[in-house]
C-alpha cells in the first residue's frame, strides 16, 4: 500500500485511540499550566518582597531561607529534562504512593511549568515602572495590596505572550509523559503504529494533529492579548492631552 493508504487506513481504525489521547494532551497541558502559573504567581510575589531596614532579624532570615529554598526549586527543575523528572518522580514516590498515572502527569506538568512561571511573572513584575510601587506604597497599600490592585494586572498583560508560549510548550513537551503509560497523543501514534509496523504514517498523524493544537492555541491567546489591549479609538486624557480637540475629533470622525 501507498503512505496515503496507510494514513487512511491507520486513522479509520485508531482514530477512537488519537481522539482519546489528544483529550489527555490538552486536559493535561491545561490544568498544568493553570496551576503552574498560580504555582509561579505565588513564588513571584513572595521573591519580591522587599527587605526593609526595619524589619526585624527573624523576618530577613526567614526572607533568605523561602528565597533560597524557591531559588533551587527554579534552577533544577529547570535545568533537568521533564521526561527524567518524570521518571524520578514517579517511580520514587507515585507509585508507592499508588497515585493515578493522570493525576502524576499533571502534578509532574504542574511543577515544571511553575518554575518556569515564577521566572515569567517576576520578569513582568520587575517590567512595571518603580512608580507604580513607590505611588502604591505612598498611600500606605501593603506589598501585596499593591501586587493584586495595582502591578499584577499590569505584569499579567506584558507576560501573555510568555504564557501563550508556555501553554503550546506544555501540549508539546506532554509527549514525554508517554514514559509512564499515559494515553495521550504520542503513545497513541506508538500504538497504532506498532500494530502494522508503520510508525511513519502514524507520527505524520500525531504531528499534524500537534500542529492543528497549537496553531489553534496560538491564534485564540492573541484575539484575547487585543481584547486585553482594549478599543483601538482609546484615548489617554492627561495633564498634556487637549480634551476638547480630543472630543472634536471623536465627533468629527462619527
Not at 531596614?53 to 529534562?81: C, Q, W
Not at 504564557?163 to 508517554?178: P, Q, R
Not at 500504538?191 to 496560538?218: D, E, H, K, N, R
Request: glycine share 8%; hydrophobic share 50%; charged share 15%.
Amino acid at each position: 500500500m501507498s503512505f496515503f493508504d496507510w494514513v487512511v487506513k491507520i486513522f479509520s481504525e485508531y482514530w477512537r485511540s488519537f481522539l482519546r489521547g489528544t483529550g489527555n494532551t490538552l486536559l493535561m497541558a491545561i490544568i498544568g499550566t493553570v496551576a503552574g502559573f498560580l504555582i509561579g504567581l505565588i513564588i513571584a510575589i513572595i521573591r519580591t518582597v522587599p527587605m526593609k531596614d526595619s524589619d526585624s532579624g527573624a523576618k530577613k532570615a526567614a526572607l533568605k531561607v523561602v528565597n533560597a529554598i524557591f531559588s533551587v526549586y527554579v534552577e533544577v527543575v529547570r535545568g533537568t529534562p521533564m521526561m527524567v523528572q518524570a521518571l524520578i518522580i514517579y517511580y520514587s514516590l507515585f507509585v508507592p504512593l499508588n497515585v493515578a498515572p493522570m493525576v502524576s502527569a499533571i502534578i509532574i506538568i504542574s511543577v515544571n511549568t511553575g518554575a518556569y512561571m515564577a521566572e515569567i511573572v517576576r520578569g513582568g513584575i520587575i517590567s512595571v515602572d518603580k512608580g507604580q510601587f513607590e505611588g502604591a506604597h505612598a498611600i500606605g497599600m501593603s506589598h501585596f495590596k499593591t501586587m493584586f490592585y495595582v502591578i499584577l494586572p499590569q505584569a499579567i498583560r506584558n507576560i501573555m505572550p510568555s504564557i501563550g508560549n508556555e501553554f503550546v510548550v506544555n501540549i508539546k513537551d506532554s509527549s514525554v509523559l508517554s514514559v509512564i503509560s499515559i494515553t495521550e497523543l504520542m503513545f497513541a501514534a506508538n500504538q497504532a503504529g506498532g500494530a502494522y509496523a508503520q510508525f511513519v504514517p502514524s507520527y505524520v498523524m500525531c504531528a499534524v494533529i500537534y500542529f492543528i493544537l497549537t496553531f489553534t492555541v496560538t491564534r485564540i491567546l492573541r484575539l484575547l492579548e487585543k481584547k486585553m489591549d482594549g478599543d483601538d479609538s482609546y484615548v489617554v486624557c492627561g495633564s498634556q492631552t487637549d480634551f476638547k480637540s480630543q472630543i472634536n475629533a471623536r465627533g468629527e470622525g462619527k
